[in-house]
């Protein structure tokens, strides 16, 4: 089983849709999650820092769940512009150093 | 600021023949990484850093060797390169090493080995 575990989709969306990913982690000891946006032959950067409580950034919204293991991200009013592959990060407990990566989650948002 | 640099961003190398593959970053970064991305793997960790003099293997290190002699710069080696080292290499940097912080990428380094 992997440690960080996605949806590889493709996800085919209208614009102005509403579309959710969900991303499920083995360590129950990981201490740090993001979502980072990776587009075609580009390098990954990040989109959004997750915190235990939530947090929103725009029309994105991450959450995290500790109880279930598993970080989602929101988009609401998808633009063509999201169109991207999504990657779920989660690090594993201090003095480790490792930033483990899912193998993303592709979006295709169609006009 | 340059970010995190580069070099070069294609290669094409032989079986048998060695490179090193360049990175250097100007944020004063403690943290700095290596990665290949291939299809459907995702990213895989090389070998990290949290400071110079300090270098450590990830998930993938066999058949490269890395160095941290600043803080600026990161080479990868590949030593006898081969067909399974073709691949993307991203190399990353953050501030601390504690696994807290966003990561910051490079272009990429596209490698075919033939």
């Known amino acids: 089983r992997k440690e960080v575990e996605q949806d590889p989709g493709p996800f085919n969306v209208p614009e102005g849709a509403t579309v959710a990913f969900n991303c499920t982690y083995s360590?129950?000891?990981?201490?740090?999650f993001f979502w980072y946006r990776q587009d075609c032959r580009k390098e990954p950067k990040l989109l959004m820092s997750?915190?235990?409580s939530g947090n929103e950034d725009g029309r994105f919204t991450a959450q995290l769940n500790r109880a279930s293991q598993y970080i989602s991200l929101l988009i609401r009013d998808s633009k063509l512009s999201d169109s991207a592959t999504y990657l779920c990060?989660?690090?594993?407990?201090?003095?480790?150093?490792?930033?483990?990566f899912g193998t993303g989650t592709r979006l295709k948002v169609l006009a | 600021n340059a970010g995190v640099t580069q070099t070069p961003k294609f290669q094409v190398l032989k079986t048998g023949q060695s490179m090193t593959l360049q990175c250097a970053q100007d944020?004063?970064?403690?943290?700095m990484s290596w990665y290949r991305q291939d299809p459907g793997m995702g990213l895989r960790l090389i070998h990290y850093?949290?400071?110079?003099?300090?270098?450590d293997q990830g998930e993938v290190p066999n058949g490269y060797n890395v160095s941290r002699s600043t803080t600026e710069d990161f080479p990868l080696r590949l030593l006898s390169a081969a067909p399974s080292q073709t691949s993307v290499y991203f190399c990353?940097?953050?501030?601390?090493?504690?696994?807290?912080?966003?990561?910051?990428f490079g272009p990429g380094t596209r490698l075919t080995v033939t």
């Open positions: 944020m004063n970064h403690e943290y």
């Open positions: 850093s949290v400071g110079a003099g300090i270098t």
């Open positions: 997750v915190y235990s």
């Open positions: 990060v989660v690090t594993h407990p201090r003095g480790t150093y490792k930033y483990i």
């Open positions: 360590n129950s000891a990981s201490q740090s």
């Open positions: 990353a940097s953050s501030y601390s090493p504690g696994g807290t912080d966003e990561q910051y």
